[in-house]
């Protein structure tokens, strides 16, 4: 028979052939538990060997970073929620000081107002205690029930705080005094009242009138 090229090449190739038999024709074991138990100790030896632990710096940078980035965000602006309260928080002590001025300012009108009252009252009732001195200079008033009247009307005109201007010997204070006559006298060192014409009243520290006097001047 006559040889072809190709045989030779055929015969030059290596042949393969796979063994795909369960049982080891030499060991007598299954095939496969080799691989088996080899697996678990693969993985014991993955689970023994130890983690290494995360870096502490890392975490430190974390929160550094972190501390950076609140103060940053500071810096550049604050939340417009404690914005808003803080500004009604300032509108709140602002109408709670304007009320507390309002206040005070009525309390202050409300007592002038209450003075200026009480003062119209005395100065219409001046001229009655006008009538009441001259009355009792004459002797009209030393007993009898328009005495008692006329002590009443006096006591009460007091709690108002309504004083005399009658003292004789005193200084002469142009403040309280209205000087309407002038009489030598050596008997004095300086301008002195010898003799009240008219009494003068006064409202706590405030002159209603002045007491018209005479005035005792050294010669």
Same mark, same amino acid.
């Given at each position: 028979?006559?040889?072809?090229?190709?045989?030779?090449?055929?015969?030059?190739?290596?042949?393969?052939?796979?063994?795909?038999?369960?049982?080891?024709? /030499?060991?007598?074991?299954?095939?496969?538990?080799?691989?088996?138990?080899?697996?678990?100790?693969?993985?014991?030896?993955?689970?023994?060997?130890?983690? $290494?632990?995360?870096?502490?710096?890392?975490?430190?940078?974390?929160?550094?970073?972190?501390?950076?980035? #609140? =103060?940053?965000?500071?810096?550049?602006?604050?939340?417009?929620?404690?914005?808003?309260?803080? /500004? #009604?928080?300032?509108? #709140?002590?602002?109408l709670q000081a304007e009320y507390v001025n309002y206040r005070r300012r009525v309390e202050?009108?409300?007592?002038?107002?209450?003075?200026?009252?009480?003062?119209?009252?005395?100065?219409?009732?001046?001229?009655?205690?006008?009538?009441?001195?001259?009355?009792?200079?004459?002797?009209?008033?030393? /007993?009898?029930?328009?005495?008692?009247?006329?002590? @009443?009307?006096? =006591?009460?005109? @007091?709690?108002? /705080?309504?004083?005399?201007?009658?003292?004789?010997?005193? $200084?002469?204070?142009?403040?309280?005094?209205?000087?309407?006559?002038?009489?030598?006298?050596?008997?004095?060192?300086?301008?002195?009242?010898?003799?009240?014409?008219?009494?003068?009243?006064? @409202?706590?520290?405030?002159?209603?009138?002045?007491?018209?006097?005479?005035?005792?001047?050294?010669?």
């Amino acid at each position: 028979m006559p040889h072809h090229g190709n045989e030779e090449e055929h015969q030059s190739e290596p042949v393969s052939s796979s063994d795909n038999r369960t049982i080891d024709p /030499e060991t007598g074991e299954v095939r496969g538990q080799q691989n088996d138990a080899g697996a678990p100790a693969a993985e014991e030896s993955a689970a023994g060997s130890p983690v $290494a632990p995360a870096d502490d710096s890392s975490e430190g940078d974390a929160l550094a970073q972190a501390e950076a980035i #609140l =103060n940053e965000a500071g810096a550049e602006g604050s939340d417009p929620a404690v914005d808003v309260v803080a /500004e #009604l928080r300032d509108d #709140l002590l602002r109408l709670q000081a304007e009320y507390v001025n309002y206040r005070r300012r009525v309390e202050r009108d409300r007592d002038v107002a209450r003075d200026q009252a009480v003062i119209g009252v005395l100065n219409s009732l001046m001229p009655v205690l006008d009538d009441i001195d001259a009355a009792r200079q004459h002797g009209d008033l030393a /007993e009898g029930p328009f005495a008692a009247i006329a002590g @009443k009307l006096e =006591n009460v005109l @007091k709690a108002y /705080e309504l004083n005399r201007i009658d003292e004789v010997g005193v $200084a002469f204070d142009p403040n309280i005094h209205e000087a309407l006559m002038q009489q030598p006298s050596a008997d004095v060192q300086a301008d002195s009242v010898s003799q009240i014409l008219r009494a003068g009243y006064r @409202k706590g520290e405030r002159v209603l009138r002045a007491a018209q006097v005479i005035v005792a001047v050294p010669e």
